[in-house]
């Protein structure tokens, strides 16, 4: 710090921006009850930048998809995003679910289109930044993953023969501008359903059909997958008023400060990375670790208990589209994640993704079958929680569990909510690829 | 057994006037200083069995007071011969107890000599090989606050009394007027051995760890380690596990398994490290490291030997090194 910057920060201690030359008259000022809340320094600031959104940079380069970063890749990905008549029914898109005017969620505790889905649809905003996919994260890439829902009874419910076949006819320029020519000809021999993954006529159907054949669909598939990685990738958030507040702190004029968050706010701010322990796993510009973790958010009765992890590294194992697969880009050896893939371990157990926090108090409800309808339950659950209930029948070990009763005051809890709602961002109506 | 204790002071003695010797001397033959680990290891496994017969020698003493002591208790009729025997019996405990507690120092001791004695052997055995000597750590700029870093721990019903509260966690710095939670390094006992170099449970090999830095066949993601003795956080990267017989010769052809958790944490690695391959005798390579956090690490490379197969996993041997990252 230098020197006199020192000296302004040791003397605005003892007199509120004393040696700030724009500093506003002593009315503005007389606002602010508690002064020393609006004091940040110098490694505070430092600290805080750390979750600012102008610290997120590019996401990471893609090994399994060289088209990751293809404008056209994404421009053909944009328009399969939002394509309804590539659906069986005609009736969903993926946008049916991550709703642009919804911070890419759909508001409901468990998706519907062909039918109700397991768990809730998660933001596709700062996807392309976790290594896995999904809430168990059963997909090692975005590719991979835009791939499922396709095949998926409860959503798009179509089969792999019929996706490429409407997308080939569709957006034959489009996908040979970026993929390069293919022969079309072989789309027409195809059966209407086939799928090494749908029921079983169309399992029938796939395997009748050659190994060429079936590589053909695989290759376009796969490449359908990469464009709308490639689209996702180009989401941007924009800057949220946390945002703002992060960059006038080393201003240092408690003042300004107080225009951008009130009072509560700032206590949040302090709860959130203190107290609370939020930042212990909702760290970084996007708020989340990308780690697996189990915080008992309670089981429905209904159902089979989460697995969680366990379940999504077994799904790997099997899976046809990963980065070790033929239609990765990758080559094995660059596949690290796979290659040491952690199978087992207590810790996996019921553990989810650590979603992001950004646009949280837009996107209700909360937690894999949204359990928890607002905030104010959600952090009631930290404060209060209950371990997850030890199925021994379901339950392949105990399960883990991750989280400790927060025990914050009323007042503290309702800090804590105001400032999550600092993190909404404006939805920003010129930007193209958000489609608005 | 005081003959025995003197017999061994005398020894140990001779063994410092050796050491001093050799830290002084330019020219030490590399056989030397493992001879001398050897005999320092011999001498500490003397030292330990003894130590282990003075503690069971003091248990039959307890037992004794124990039976002496019951029927004072019952009767209240007291009898000064038993006074006598029982003053006589809690000093011979308690000198049991003293000499077992000095052998089991003076074991470790001796111990600890013999590894930094070995280590001296071993490295001027591998020389050029060796890149590092340090005990690992993590890049000084990875700042501690973005791990799941507070005392996550598993909590359950059955374990109500779980730790302190999050408040009591917090740390106040004088630079920083967040409360931001203390964390990491909180449980790795002061003393703790972070050595790099160590022999292996039973005693029967000797390792060194370090960060392989040959990026000739890694892949994008290890090749920007520049740092030898630092580990990267949360990058998959290989290290180099160096392993001799007691003579300091490599040994080769070892089936290892890789193991990894923080103690302070109740989790493990988030991936499933495994050794590669041997790139020369002796010398393996364990690829798929991670660490997601910075805190109080152990890694545990376990000898799978054929011969153990009918064993229980408890008697086979293996390495564990602590690391504070």
Not at chain 1, 91 to 102: E, I
Request: aromatic letters at 8%; charged letters at 25%.
């Amino acid at each position: 710090m230098p020197f006199t910057r020192a000296l302004c920060y040791l003397s605005s201690l003892i007199i509120l921006n004393a040696c700030s030359p724009d500093s506003g008259s002593p009315d503005d000022v007389k606002d602010i009850t508690d002064p020393e809340l609006y004091q940040f320094t110098e490694v505070d600031i430092q600290f805080l930048k750390r979750f600012s959104i102008s610290q997120l940079g590019e996401p990471p380069a893609s090994i399994s998809n060289k088209f990751a970063d293809d404008k056209n890749a994404a421009q053909l990905g944009k328009s399969l995003f939002f394509d309804k008549s590539l659906s069986k029914s005609g009736n969903f898109s993926c946008a049916t679910c991550h709703q642009p005017t919804l911070y890419f969620t759909d508001g409901l505790k468990r998706s519907k289109a062909a039918g109700t889905t397991r768990r809730s649809a998660p933001t596709v905003l700062g996807a392309a930044h976790s290594p896995w996919q999904f809430w168990d994260g059963r997909k090692d890439s975005l590719w991979s993953q835009a791939l499922g829902p396709i095949e998926d009874v409860n959503e798009y419910d179509t089969s792999r023969t019929a996706y490429v076949r409407k997308v080939l006819q569709k957006y034959a320029n489009e996908y040979q501008t970026v993929f390069g020519k293919i022969k079309l000809d072989f789309i027409k021999q195809l059966p209407e359903h086939a799928s090494p993954a749908g029921n079983e006529e169309s399992r029938n159907n796939w395997q009748s059909l050659d190994k060429k054949t079936q590589s053909q669909i695989n290759q376009v598939f796969s490449n359908t997958g990469k464009a709308m990685m490639a689209y996702q990738r180009q989401l941007q958030i924009p800057e949220s008023r946390f945002d703002l507040f992060i960059e006038t702190l080393p201003t240092n004029q408690p003042h300004r400060l107080a225009e951008i968050f009130s009072a509560e706010e700032v206590r949040g701010l302090r709860l959130f990375v203190g107290k609370a322990n939020c930042a212990s796993c909702h760290n970084g510009p996007l708020f989340t670790n990308y780690e697996f973790h189990n915080i008992g958010a309670p089981d429905p009765q209904d159902q089979t208990v989460e697995l969680g992890r366990h379940e999504g590294v077994k799904s790997l194992l099997t899976d046809e589209f990963t980065c070790l697969s033929e239609w990765s880009d990758a080559k094995e050896n660059e596949c690290a994640e796979m290659r040491f893939l952690k199978t087992n371990g207590t810790e996996l157990v019921g553990a989810l993704k650590t979603p992001s926090l950004r646009n949280i108090a837009v996107t209700a409800p909360y937690m894999q079958f949204g359990q928890f309808d607002s905030l104010k339950q959600v952090i009631a659950h930290y404060n209060r929680p209950t371990p997850p209930v030890y199925n021994r029948e379901q339950h392949p070990s105990r399960p883990h569990f991750d989280i400790m009763p927060l025990k914050l005051s009323e007042q503290e809890a309702l800090a804590l909510e105001s400032f999550l709602g600092t993190l909404t961002s404006p939805l920003p109506k010129d930007d193209p690829w958000w489609g608005l | 057994m005081k003959i025995i204790k003197i017999v061994l002071s005398v020894l140990l003695f001779g063994n410092y006037s050796t050491l001093c010797a050799f830290a002084t001397s330019q020219t030490t033959p590399v056989n030397e200083y493992i001879d001398l680990a050897n005999e320092q290891l011999k001498q500490a496994r003397e030292v330990q069995k003894a130590s282990r017969q003075l503690i069971v020698d003091a248990n039959k003493v307890r037992k004794q007071l124990k039976q002496l002591r019951a029927p004072q208790l019952q009767t209240n009729n007291f009898v000064e011969t038993r006074k006598e025997s029982v003053s006589e019996l809690v000093k011979l405990l308690e000198l049991k107890q003293k000499e077992g507690a000095e052998l089991r120092t003076l074991s470790k001791r001796l111990k600890q000599l013999a590894a930094s004695n070995f280590e001296e052997g071993f490295i001027h055995r591998w020389q050029s090989k060796i890149t590092n000597r340090e005990p690992l750590t993590m890049d000084s700029e990875v700042e501690n606050f973005f791990a799941h870093n507070a005392r996550i721990r598993s909590v359950h019903k059955n374990m109500p009394s779980a730790k302190a509260t999050p408040s009591q966690d917090t740390k106040e710095r004088s630079d920083m007027s967040l409360l931001v939670p203390s964390l990491m390094k909180q449980n790795a006992p002061p003393d703790l051995n972070i050595n790099a170099f160590k022999f292996s449970r039973e005693e029967k090999l000797f390792a060194h760890i370090e960060v392989h830095t040959d990026t000739s066949t890694s892949n994008s993601e290890t090749n920007d380690i520049t740092n030898v003795s630092a580990v990267p956080l949360n990058k998959i990267h290989r290290w180099r596990l160096m392993v001799t017989d007691l003579s300091g010769n490599p040994v080769e052809n070892i089936q290892f398994k890789v193991e990894g958790h923080m103690p302070g944490h109740v989790h493990g690695l988030p991936t499933a490290p495994r050794v590669t391959h041997e790139v020369e005798p002796g010398v393996y390579i364990v690829d798929g490291m991670k660490f997601q956090m910075k805190g109080w690490w152990v890694m545990k490379f376990i000898v799978e030997s054929e011969k153990n197969e009918n064993d229980s996993p408890k008697h086979a041997d293996f390495f564990t090194f602590n690391l504070v990252l």
